[in-house]
């Protein structure tokens, strides 16, 4: 049975029994795989933080021919969610990282959905204004699952946040200056391409929208 070592992005755990979790991961080179934390429930010894939703990790796990479920052997935080300056940056995190989940294939090596998932994640860590982040996030998440329709019909101040989208990285998107109003308008019209493709909202909207009230 080999042993694995990888670059990976968590996307989400789940309990399984009384002590341990499911944690489902992306790597970079293997596509997104599913492992068992041993006694992750119980003790923080072995994995610590590091199976906090979109945090950037180096796994270790062993994996068995026909066998859904890898064994994790250890994960070890490169980068973490936890870290960010923004109170809202843990509640945004989830949400990319459910999005991530959602449009992954399993084994299915995706680099490009790699790279946007540590690209939000150094930006979110790096302190940049989430609601501009989070348009950044969903514009290229859908344009990467060739899921973005062409003909848009957009205000002329969302027509060009979307066009400055495609010429800068993550961390720069305030510098496109975009208005509260803006924002919103995109929200929308993304929130309705992800639950049409989804064919429901994503559970983290929820967690989002009780951040923004309060």
């Not at 992750?40 to 939703?53: N, T």
């Not at 949400?95 to 299915?108: N, P, Q, T």
Request: glycine residues 6%; hydrophobic residues 40%; positive net charge.
């Amino acid at each position: 049975m080999p042993l694995y070592t990888a670059e990976a992005l968590v996307l989400r755990t789940y309990k399984l029994g009384e002590a341990d979790r499911i944690v489902v991961f992306l790597t970079r080179d293997r596509g997104k795989k599913r492992g068992v934390a041993p006694n992750a429930r119980k003790s923080r010894k072995r994995f610590g933080a590091a199976l906090e939703p979109l945090t950037e990790v180096r796994v270790a796990y062993f994996e068995k021919e026909r066998r859904e479920l890898v064994g994790l052997n250890y994960a070890e935080p490169v980068r973490s969610p936890l870290s960010a300056p923004s109170p809202e940056a843990l509640g945004y995190s989830h949400y990319f990282a459910e999005l991530i989940d959602e449009w992954a294939a399993d084994a299915d090596v995706d680099e490009r959905l790699y790279r946007l998932g540590t690209s939000a994640l150094e930006a979110l860590v790096t302190g940049t204004p989430v609601e501009a982040l989070a348009r950044y996030f969903e514009c290229w998440l859908l344009r990467l699952q060739g899921v973005y329709p062409a003909d848009l019909r957009l205000s002329s101040g969302a027509a060009m946040f979307l066009d400055g989208v495609r010429r800068i990285g993550p961390r720069d998107v305030d510098s496109l200056g975009a208005t509260s109003r803006v924002l919103r308008e995109i929200e929308l019209i993304h929130r309705k391409l992800i639950t049409m493709h989804l064919d429901r909202e994503p559970r983290s909207v929820r967690v989002l929208n009780e951040l923004r009230r309060s």
